[in-house]
Nanobody, 128 residues
Framework: QVQLVESGGGSVQAGGSLRLSCAAS????????MGWFRQAPGKDREFVAH????????YYADSVKGRFTISRDNAKNTVYLQMNSLKPEDTAIYYC?????????????????????WGQGTQVTVSS
């Protein structure tokens, strides 16, 4: 029903930058908060960033705070993740996801169960 498609991943050297995009289908995009998660080999999927439906409120994992910026353009049904000062430990598959209306409490905003639709992911590789 809802489709999310990530793009913009690639390979960069440490200290470089990438901008990820997530294009969403549907006509109620602005009604939903969105998030970015990432998953490295052998590790659980971890929270990266969250943005409210209007784009007026954002929240970041401590590991990326000050380096990454989440934003959205509701007219284009698109969410972005600007990644600066990239480190090798940022290497992972990055996923965008839509917040669940059922698990709507803020306590779920950093957990995978708090999101009901997921993209296929885009690979980000940071070399030293």
């Amino acid at each position: 029903q809802v489709q999310l498609v990530e793009s913009g991943g690639g390979s960069v050297q440490a200290g470089g930058s990438l901008r990820l995009s997530c294009a969403a289908s549907g006509r109620t995009f602005s009604s939903y908060a969105m998030g970015w998660f990432r998953q490295a080999p052998g590790k659980d999927r971890e929270f990266v960033a969250h943005i409210s439906g209007s784009g007026g409120s954002t929240y970041y994992a401590d590991s990326v705070k000050g380096r990454f910026t989440i934003s959205r353009d509701n007219a284009k049904n698109t969410v972005y993740l600007q990644m600066n000062s990239l480190k090798p430990e940022d290497t992972a598959i990055y996923y965008c996801a839509r917040r669940s209306a059922f698990y709507s409490s803020s306590s779920y905003s950093t957990r995978t169960v708090g999101y009901d639709y997921w993209g296929q992911g885009t690979q980000v590789t940071v070399s030293s």
